[in-house]
């Protein structure tokens, strides 16, 4: 079963926009984090934010906003005030605590294009 | 402080050939992965390790093998290299668990199987 679902194969948005990528997951260990990463055409992953699953607050870094609706099991990413350089792959993850490994499991992405 | 180094960046090799993907890091960090990324498509774990002289493997390991024999290096095996494997190749490292942390990613590398 998958366990990360991002149901948008690719976005548009207008520069200086606002947009909400969507994450759903599913798990059953109470204590698990989640992440998005940015992959921008030259390849590289980019750590943009985190929220754990006792996090009361929705965690902000910047123009990134985690939207977790626990109940729901979303982790949606917003992105306020779109530029030109936000034009990338976006991969939402999920890490368990069971186990003790440190392992993410990742959706299969959001292609992002921010128009001018 | 380099972070995660991994060598070579590119690479192409015929069906049936070997290599090792090397990865480093200098952040001390206790645990280790190897993931592919398929075109198109997210990481997916082949193989990890949780500390020096550990390893286990991940969701899509078959094909490879890996070593953890310094803490610092985690080296990635391909004995008989087939185009299936072609792939881009990632490295990653993380300090342990309790920390809201990420993982610490290498650049990459790409790899074509003719």
């Known amino acids: 079963a998958q366990k990360i679902t991002q149901t948008q194969p690719g976005m548009f948005v207008q520069e200086k926009e606002a947009v909400t990528l969507d994450c759903t997951y599913d798990?059953?260990?109470?204590?698990?984090?989640l992440f998005w990463y940015k992959q921008p055409s030259s390849g590289e992953m980019i750590f943009l934010i985190y929220?754990?699953?006792?996090?009361?607050q929705n965690a902000t870094e910047g123009r990134y906003s985690l939207n977790f609706q626990k109940a729901r099991k979303s982790a949606n990413l917003v992105i306020s005030a779109s530029q030109l350089g936000d034009s990338a792959m976006y991969f939402c993850?999920?890490?368990?605590?069971?186990?003790?490994?440190?392992?993410?499991?990742f959706g299969q992405g959001t292609t992002l294009q921010v128009k001018p | 402080n380099a972070g995660v180094t991994q060598t070579p960046k590119f690479r192409v090799l015929k069906t049936g050939q070997s290599m090792t993907l090397l990865c480093a890091q200098d952040?001390?960090?206790?645990?280790m992965y190897w993931y592919r990324q398929d075109p198109g498509m997210g990481l997916r774990l082949i193989h990890y390790?949780?500390?020096?002289?550990?390893?286990a493997k991940g969701e899509v390991p078959d094909g490879y093998n890996v070593s953890r024999l310094k803490k610092q290096n985690f080296l990635l095996g391909l004995e008989s290299a087939a185009p299936s494997q072609t792939s881009v190749y990632f490295c990653?490292?993380?300090?342990?668990?309790?920390?809201?942390?990420?993982?610490?990613f290498g650049p990459g590398t790409r790899l074509t199987v003719l």
């Open positions: 993850a999920m890490r368990e605590g069971a186990g003790n490994t440190g392992k993410l499991i």
């Open positions: 798990t059953s260990d109470p204590s698990y984090g």
């Open positions: 929220q754990g699953s006792y996090d009361q």
């Open positions: 952040m001390n960090h206790e645990y």
């Open positions: 390790s949780v500390g020096e002289g550990t390893t």
């Open positions: 990653a490292s993380f300090p342990g668990l309790g920390a809201p942390d990420t993982q610490y």
